[in-house]
């Protein structure tokens, strides 16, 4: 384990489901992100959040939600997806915002939309 | 714009080699460069961190070097072991908080 704890590991859904995606790091990080990796695809940042306040939107579709709710916690609401959306979900943490210490990743959640 | 190129692209080696794995980045302004692996399907396993400041960091058999003027950094893989078959990716932060990442080296380490 690295110290960020991502859950659940694997999820299938349907496009009219609603589910969420949780990250949890007790490193003592006050920045945290939502990448996204789809096949054959460098890594995408979508969302990053300093202090719980979301400082970067990278054109994500409002099919996707993040929520902060404190420094430990960061979740990636679901709906409406379409099958274009299966990827793997990465959480990431760092000390600060553009940190110079190093950034810590999840494992991940293997996302599947039917 | 930072952009982070890996070459190559893939690479199969026989056991026991030892390897190189280039990085270069265009914008030699940056903080530090991190050195990742990636299993299938998984999550990245930070290997190495090296800081602006810094030539050079080593863990086990594994050496990063930095050299910012001339934007590249390169990953020494010592005695591989197909345990060492991953993708590696290297990736350097923007000061908005974007960690910028190259496409990757898929290594293939044959018994």
């Known amino acids: 384990e690295t110290g960020v704890t991502q859950t659940p590991r694997h999820l299938v859904m349907g496009m009219t489901n609603k589910k969420s995606l949780k990250c949890e790091q007790h490193?003592?990080?006050?920045?945290m992100y939502w990448y996204k990796q789809s096949a054959k695809k460098p890594l995408e940042l979508m969302f990053v959040?300093?202090?719980?306040?979301?400082?970067e939107n990278n054109s994500v579709p409002s099919r996707f939600s993040p929520e902060c709710p404190n420094s430990s916690h960061l979740f990636l609401h679901l709906h409406t997806l379409q099958p274009e959306d299966s990827a793997l979900y990465l959480c990431?943490?760092?000390?600060?915002?553009?940190?110079?210490?190093?950034?810590?990743f999840g494992s991940g959640t293997r996302l599947t939309v039917v | 714009k930072q952009e982070v190129t890996q070459i190559p692209a893939a690479l199969s080696v026989p056991e026991g080699e030892n390897l190189v794995l280039n990085c270069s980045f265009t914008?030699?302004?940056?903080?530090?460069l991190q050195w990742f692996r990636q299993d299938p399907g998984k999550g990245l396993t930070s290997l190495l961190l090296?800081?602006?400041?810094?030539r050079e960091q080593t863990s086990g058999r594994l050496n990063a070097s930095l050299d910012k003027s001339s934007g590249r950094s390169t990953l020494y893989i010592a005695a591989s072991q197909p345990g060492d078959s991953a993708t590696y990716l290297c990736?350097?932060?923007?000061?908005?908080?974007?960690?910028?990442f190259g496409q990757g080296t898929t290594l293939q380490v044959k018994p």
């Open positions: 959040y300093n202090f719980k306040e979301q400082t």
């Open positions: 914008d030699s302004a940056i903080y530090n």
């Open positions: 090296i800081q602006s400041s810094q």
């Open positions: 990431a943490s760092s000390q600060e915002r553009g940190a110079r210490i190093g950034y810590t």
């Open positions: 990736a350097v932060p923007s000061n908005t908080g974007k960690l910028i």
């Open positions: 490193l003592g990080h006050n920045a």
